[in-house]
């Protein structure tokens, strides 16, 4: 008999409180902010008068009370200030810089790919995804435009493979049983009336498309041969680089490993007028979009954005032991995902004293040949720490499903062993929140995407420059709206 994916509730630790918050002035109030975007707690004086002056060079800088401290920041005007450098906010820059003439700026603690970007297996896949549910539309249009860019760049005499890590692997989602095979079934008939390219696949056409995988007669998949993968590194690289090419005229900069303290509003009409970092004041003609992953809900403490995801991936470095033709993912992956939405579990609901674990294979090989295995999923709060716990369980279910990895010990893969763990914020009902924040017009969230920021960024993407422009979305923008879910 076949064994089930691990998913269990086991004991949990406290969850530290989100500590920052949009704060008006006046009043006088004091907020201290701690996490890794943020950089160390710093209380910060929003109501301290600030008084600009020239710098030597004719720099705009600003006198601004930290702590009991006054120091001096420099000033920076832009059109739109987005808080968060991973795949999300920069690929809103991108928009942005692309479909309209306004200035951006792009500000982070510390660089691309130092979080859930560059921790992820980089797959964009549409797999898991289920026709009709709210977040569908999102997944298939930013499927589609990350297909146009691929084709875009081989178009320019680029290959795609090199700029971004671009496979067009297609994806295999596997059953073991008689039950999950009859789900797949029902599941590539339900994608394939949804205009989804996609086939199920008896044991013997399995084990043809992945010889490395183990299967019986009870075996089955669906495999949508469209669904591909990248390197988020690779990708990210590209993103910046073309962001680039309007620092020239004026439009486009980035402040990296500058923590950002708050967001300052105005005294007149209650809109965030500025970004207030460690080392500047970065002011905002239009739009302040907040895309900074799990900490999202520590720059808006009044939002109940506050359940993060740590995940786990194991990476075999120049791993030739088994070879595989696709994206893989076991139909357990689903089923925890079904499981946390339509459980108990949410940001209100759970305890100091519970976590929820779940453990499912995923495995992919990378543009350079490393073999990641994943996956975990467990609520603790914004811990980093390596599990050796959750890594000997992901290796264990692993070898259920290849034989060949059950010829080794982990231990004996030595320093070609790495593991990757990301924080990635989750919503209680599965979707990201995207849009505007009630009673602060002219901030946009973008976050909440767990484990499917690199998938859905570029549909996000467009959405968020759609929301700050005034324009019509493509994709409906209700199911991910900021009033209702998050205040």
């Known amino acids: 008999m076949a064994s089930k994916p691990t998913y269990h509730p086991a004991a949990k630790p406290r969850l530290k409180p989100s500590s920052s918050l949009v704060s008006p002035r006046p009043p006088p109030?004091?907020?201290?902010?701690?996490?890794?975007?943020?950089?160390?707690?710093?209380?910060?004086?929003?109501?301290?008068?600030?008084?600009?002056?020239?710098?030597?060079?004719?720099?705009?800088?600003?006198?601004?009370?930290?702590?009991?401290?006054?120091?001096v920041a420099s000033q920076h005007s832009f059109d739109v200030v987005i808080v968060g450098a991973g795949i999300i906010g920069l690929t809103v820059a991108r928009q942005l810089l692309l479909e309209s003439d306004l200035s951006v700026a792009v500000v982070d603690k510390a660089v691309p790919c130092s979080g859930a970007t560059g921790a992820g297996q980089g797959s964009i896949w549409m797999t898991h995804k289920t026709p009709g549910s709210d977040i569908w539309e999102l997944a298939l249009r930013s499927h589609q435009l990350w297909e146009s860019l691929a084709e875009n760049i081989h178009d320019q005499g680029l290959n795609p493979q090199e700029v971004l890590g671009w496979k067009k692997t297609g994806s295999l989602l596997v059953g073991k049983t008689v039950e999950e095979s009859a789900l797949l079934e029902r599941r590539v008939k339900q994608l394939s009336e949804a205009g989804v390219e996609a086939k199920f696949l008896s044991s013997h056409e399995l084990l043809l498309e992945e010889p490395a995988l183990s299967v019986d007669k009870e075996s089955g998949a669906a495999l949508l041969p469209n669904d591909c993968q990248l390197?988020?590194?690779?990708?990210?690289?590209?993103?910046?680089?073309?962001?680039?090419?309007?620092?020239s005229r004026g439009r486009y900069a980035e402040f990296y490993h500058d923590p950002v303290i708050s967001l300052l509003r105005s005294g007149k009409n209650g809109e965030v007028e500025a970004v207030l970092t460690s080392k500047s004041t970065f002011y905002c003609k239009k739009a302040v979009v907040v895309a900074a992953g799990s900490w999202t809900g520590s720059l808006m403490r009044e939002l109940d954005i506050r359940v993060d995801v740590p995940g786990h991936l194991l990476v075999l470095e120049d791993f030739d032991l088994i070879?595989?033709?696709?994206?893989?993912?076991?139909?357990?992956?689903?089923?925890?995902?079904?499981?946390?939405?339509?459980?108990?579990?949410?940001?209100?609901?759970?305890?100091n004293d519970e976590e929820m674990l779940s453990i499912s294979m995923t495995a992919t090989t990378d543009a350079m040949g490393n073999l990641i295995l994943g996956s975990s999923r467990q609520f603790v709060g914004f811990s980093t720490k390596a599990d050796a716990s959750i890594i000997d369980s992901i290796w264990k279910r692993a070898r259920e499903f290849f034989?060949?990895?059950?010829?080794?010990?982990?231990?004996?893969?030595?320093?070609?062993?790495?593991?990757?763990?990301?924080?990635?914020?989750?919503?209680?009902?599965?979707?990201?929140v995207i849009g505007s924040v009630p009673s602060l017009s002219n901030v946009f969230l973008a976050s909440g995407h767990e484990g499917s920021g690199l998938s859905l960024a570029l549909g996000t993407a467009e959405m968020v420059a759609d929301m700050v422009l005034g324009n019509r979305g493509k994709v409906d923008f209700a199911p991910f709206a900021v009033e209702g879910r998050c205040c």
């Open 403 to 432: 034989p060949k990895l059950r010829e080794m010990d982990l231990a004996e893969i030595g320093e070609k062993r790495k593991v990757r763990i990301g924080l990635r914020p989750y919503m209680p009902d599965g979707k990201p």
């Open 29 to 71: 109030c004091t907020l201290a902010l701690r996490s890794s975007l943020f950089g160390s707690r710093i209380p910060v004086n929003l109501c301290t008068t600030r008084t600009p002056s020239n710098g030597p060079t004719g720099e705009r800088f600003a006198r601004v009370r930290v702590g009991s401290k006054p120091v």
């Open 231 to 247: 390197d988020a590194h690779r990708t990210v690289a590209f993103v910046e680089e073309g962001n680039r090419q309007f620092t």
């Open 323 to 351: 070879r595989l033709n696709h994206g893989l993912m076991e139909v357990g992956y689903i089923s925890h995902q079904q499981m946390m939405q339509h459980s108990s579990v949410s940001a209100a609901g759970l305890s």
